[in-house]
């Protein structure tokens, strides 16, 4: 069975900081990986996906790195904000499954 | 632009009421989900569908059944609630199986169980 970890639980940075979330996953058979913010009482949005092929991906401020072989993923926020505070949730897909770790709270001070 | 779209929104029952949760999709996606989400645990798959037509169980799918009305909607129903059962559900489609295409997802309904 895929577990799916993200350390830490909770993240408070200033504004300006750049953010360094971090997934771990236990079966490196994975189809993609994808990187989702949630806000609160809101749904899930889609951040960036990984396919099983690349290394990495960028959108913006945002770029995830994927290291199959280590089980590893690695999503950098450059230049922080306080509207970047929002839970962050690291996903692995098999064939059809998305696995969920528990997230990322970050807060962005002012 | 509407995406996936739940009703309702908040729900509050007794243990042992029967209710469903609705969801659609405006986006001809082929593929449904439904997820549950508890304090400190990730999103666990309910039930899915690959396909209008068919559906099959996740991880948790103990106390729930679903239909895929048709390509645009994908109910869940509890028969007889539990408090266990108190969660925030999502529901989220996708444009087909084995792509590399993300899931949607709605907002999310979210149900006490007294």
């Known amino acids: 069975k895929q577990e799916v970890t993200q350390i830490p639980a909770a993240l408070s940075v200033p504004e300006g900081e750049n953010l360094v979330l971090n997934c771990s996953f236990t079966?490196?058979?994975?189809?993609?990986l994808q990187w989702f913010r949630q806000d609160p009482g809101k749904g899930l949005t889609s951040l960036l996906l990984?396919?099983?092929?690349?290394r990495e991906q960028t959108s913006g401020r945002l770029n995830a790195s994927l290291d199959k072989s280590s089980g590893r993923s690695t999503l950098y926020i450059a230049a922080s904000q306080p509207g970047d505070s929002a839970t962050y949730l690291c996903?692995?897909?098999?064939?059809?499954?998305?696995?969920f770790g528990a997230g990322t709270t970050v807060t962005v001070r002012a | 632009n509407a995406g996936v779209t739940q009703t309702p929104k908040f729900q509050v029952l007794k243990t042992g009421q029967s209710m469903t949760l609705q969801c659609a999709q405006d986006?001809?996606?082929?593929?449904m989900y439904w997820y549950r989400q508890d304090p400190g645990m990730g999103l666990r798959l309910i039930y899915y569908?690959?396909?209008?037509?068919?559906?099959d169980k996740g991880e948790v799918p103990n106390g729930y059944n679903v239909s895929r009305l048709n390509k645009r909607e994908f109910s869940l129903r509890l028969e007889s609630a539990a408090p266990s059962q108190t969660s925030v559900y999502f529901c989220?489609?996708?444009?087909?199986?084995?792509?590399?295409?993300?899931?949607?997802f709605g907002d999310g309904t979210r149900l006490s169980i007294l």
């Open positions: 996903a692995v897909s098999d064939d059809y499954k998305l696995s």
């Open positions: 990984i396919q099983s092929s690349q």
């Open positions: 569908s690959a396909s209008e037509g068919t559906t």
């Open positions: 989220a489609s996708k444009s087909r199986e084995y792509s590399n295409q993300p899931q949607h």
């Open positions: 986006m001809n996606h082929n593929s």
């Open positions: 079966d490196s058979a994975i189809y993609n």
